[in-house]
């Protein structure tokens, strides 16, 4: 029996859905995503592109990351040309690719309403390739601002305008607040010099949210010393001004177009049918292309034309309605290969977000819920976190992370410095060794006991954590008929070494003092235990865990062995990021079992520290972590490239 053979032209958020639901449901079936680049563009982060807030690959998700380890994914890099619906075949500049199935995705593109001079003189943010370009002519306007002595050039070098007050006008307005204060400190401008503006055809901003946070949005803006020209209508544009419907022009070298978003032109080559305007094809409520029912052919995305019954408008160009629209197309494939009912296209968008800049924004979510400030903000990064887990990309998800977090310059982003620092991880080398020492001389005596080190023949007999002793101080472990008060508790407590992993029991009455409470140690007072004995929650599970002497036995054998192992690869540098979360987590479980004391809390500290990479610095991490890192990708995803010829020509 022949596979299933289903095109998916356009890697866009629509695209990139319907191929991994397809992938999920259709195991046995061959799926082809034919896209004109080798990467999904995360068209919500351009604007941090464009003012350099992050690093130009930030906005870009390889397919081969997304999915190479799918088996019955192929990836190719090529332009479609041409679709022959009768013989159900998809022409490309490089070869041809037959289907059974196919969905058409390729977005939308920028609406320029036929405005003079808007293409030829002002910058869309559409793409990659836009970001890159609006980066670059920034920096060499403000370069040519800084060497300008004419006030009235100057000036208008130093005049950036936005078209458009959707969210990506506003969004790439909150990018430039924040790039004006790099840019000045750089090119040694005041940053009063410097001004930003929307220009806007309607009366209000931001139509899409609910007008009391729009006007929130406003009001920051206008706090920022934004220039909001509402009632402002172009009417044309050249390369050193923008003209104004009845109105003076505006001097400037710098206009981003955000106004609108039309179908991809490139639609009207494939013989389907369009609307009137924007070169939207037409879907019903399955997303069929209308006139090609009983053909196999699917629309989504921004390219999607589908009128939603509830407001009588075809979707909105925007991320939910696209993803959506990808997985009804898409499982309405599934449906129609398996014999099921197939599912209408239903309208369902949770709310929408808009930062402005790096540190603020505003969100209106699930309909109910207004936020605003640090708090849209953290619902933002949060939005962008469940993403990279919904495409299941561990790599993009690190990524993220870093980028957005960690490795960003100039306090952009929402700690405001104090999350990202591009410090020296040489200076908790003498840390990370001194720590692994510690647990290498705790975890030494579990095995010497009573011996001696120099002599490997007298290890691991008495004291020992390898003899037929029960060291843990649970009581279901200790079967001898012997009372069960506190002093006989404390007896068995002060049998146990006192180490950084075990210290097992509590010392209270150890040596005949009351403890007392201290974070280090002091002559002639008696450490305290973090707890004195076990919390009653987490005795069920340690019940569960360690049920009897045999595996108790086992286990402290185990824990021994693991410990020198933990502190083995600290001193060399091994893993360090894991072996320190191990540390901390095992710390933990010492303080719970009532084996710890608060004098060695500072165990747990010293490991989250020692998560900030320091094995990269003298340590084998250095060579370890790219080697891995570069092999299992390699081995999962397959080789990244900039190409793909499909898996039967990689």
Known sequence: MSKEKIIVIGAGFAGLSATRYLS??????????????????????????????????????DLQRLLGHRKNVSIVTDKVTNI?????????????????????????EPNDFGIPGVKENSFSLWSYEDAIKIKRHLD????????????????????????????????????????????????KLDPDEFTIGVVEMMPTILNMLPRADADKALRYLEKKNVQILT?????????????????????SHTLIWTTGVQGNTEAKSYGLQETERANRLVANQYMEAIGFEDKGIYVAGDVSAYTETDTNRPTPQIVQAAEATGHTAAANIVAKIKGEKKQPYHANYSGFMVSIGSKWGVA???????????????????????????????YYFFQYFKNEFFHTKNERNIGRGHLSRLGNVLWSVPLRVFYGSVWLVEASHKIVGNGSYLNPSTWFGKGSWFTNEVKFPFEWLHTAAVTTGASEAAGKAAEVTTGASSAAGSATEAAGKTAEFGLSYAYGVEPMAVFDKMPKFLEPIMKFMIP???????????????EILIALALIAGLFTFIASAVTAALTVMFCLSGMFYWVNIWFIFVAIALMNGSGRALGLDKWVQPWIQKHLGRRWYGKVRAIYTGRSKS
């Open 24 to 61: 999920k449901k259709l195991k046995d079936a061959e799926i082809t995503l034919i896209d004109k680049h080798s990467y999904h563009t995360m068209m919500t982060q351009l604007h941090e592109v464009a003012a350099g807030r992050v690093d130009a690959a930030n906005a870009q998700y």
């Open 84 to 108: 022959d619906k009768e013989n159900k075949l998809v022409s490309t500049e490089l070869g041809s690719y037959p289907y059974d199935y196919l969905i058409v995705s390729i977005g939308g």
């Open 140 to 187: 060499i306007t403000v370069e040519k601002a800084a060497r300008e002595t004419d006030p009235d050039k100057r000036k208008a070098l130093l005049t950036f305008l936005v078209a458009g007050s959707g969210f990506t006008g506003i969004e790439m307005v909150g990018e430039l607040i924040d790039w004006k204060a790099v840019a000045a400190k750089e090119y």
């Open 231 to 251: 009632n402002h209508e172009i009417s044309s544009v050249a390369s050193d001004y923008v003209e104004i419907k009845n109105q003076a022009p505006i001097a």
């Open 364 to 394: 209106h979510v699930m309909n109910f819920l207004h936020l605003s400030g640090f708090l849209a903000m953290i619902m933002k990064h949060f939005i962008y976190i469940i993403y990279t887990l919904q495409i299941r990309s561990g």
């Open 548 to 562: 009897n002497k045999e595996v108790a036995l086992f286990m402290q054998k185990f824990m021994s062995i693991v």
